[in-house]
């Protein structure tokens, strides 16, 4: 198994682009979670999944979109990228909430915004 | 989030000291996860604790919950390089996504 796998591992975008994060999964996880992280700040939750069809916000949702069309995939869109947005994103995915078991993390993208 | 801190938020270590990182909530946990960051890499899931008072223990890092279940501790014992890197603690409120606290680097030293 693969586990969580997310593309691109490093981008570097011009204030005002486009971009989508891709996070995909292979456990058959319900649940699956974009954070970012940065310096002194912690991990915080931009949005979520409880299955396909279904999400919802997190703690910092502006100037993010996401989609979950099938169980495997949850992209994470950043339509007009901003300076603030340059972070280090965990896309993260387990079972279902409540469910008593740990997420399992990606290995992260490094996005800039110049 | 605020409604868990860890402290320290830095520590430096000699190499085989013993160490603690704690983590205290707000509110009243379900879980706490504690998961373990190498600089510049993902995070690794060390282990996960439920009830009040629980003790667990991998290799050299024992991690508890406290019988309140509102705050939790990890320790180190005879810490070595491999120990280095970001902690984080990661709290259950039952049916709601995880909120993390914001880390503490671990530095060991020769």
């Known amino acids: 198994n693969a586990g969580v796998t997310q593309t691109p591992k490093f981008q570097v975008l011009k204030t005002g682009q486009s971009m989508t994060l891709q996070c995909a999964q292979d456990?058959?996880?319900?649940?699956m979670s974009w954070y970012r992280q940065d310096p002194g700040m912690g991990l915080r939750l931009i949005h979520y999944?409880?299955?396909?069809?279904?999400?919802d916000q997190g703690e910092v949702p502006n100037g993010y979109n996401v989609s979950r069309s099938t169980t495997e995939d949850f992209p994470l869109r950043l339509l007009l990228a901003a300076p603030s947005q340059t972070s280090v994103y965990f896309c993260a995915s387990t079972p279902g909430v409540g469910s008593n078991s740990p997420l399992h993390f990606g290995n992260g993208t490094r996005l800039t915004v110049t | 989030s605020q409604e868990l801190e860890q402290s320290p938020q830095s520590l430096i270590v000699q190499e085989g000291k013993n160490l603690t990182i704690n983590c205290t909530s707000s509110?009243?946990?379900?879980?706490l996860y504690w998961y373990k960051q190498k600089y510049g890499e993902g995070l690794i899931f060390l282990m996960m604790l439920q009830k009040g008072g629980e003790e667990k223990s991998h290799e050299k890092i024992t991690a508890k919950l406290d019988e309140k279940k509102q705050q939790s501790s990890l320790h180190i014992t005879a810490s070595q390089p491999s120990h280095a890197g970001i902690y984080l603690c990661g709290a259950d409120r039952g049916n709601t996504p995880l909120v993390f606290g914001k880390g503490t680097r671990l530095s060991v030293i020769a």
């Open positions: 509110k009243t946990l379900y879980g």
């Open positions: 999944s409880v299955g396909a069809g279904i999400t």
């Open positions: 456990m058959n996880h319900e649940y």
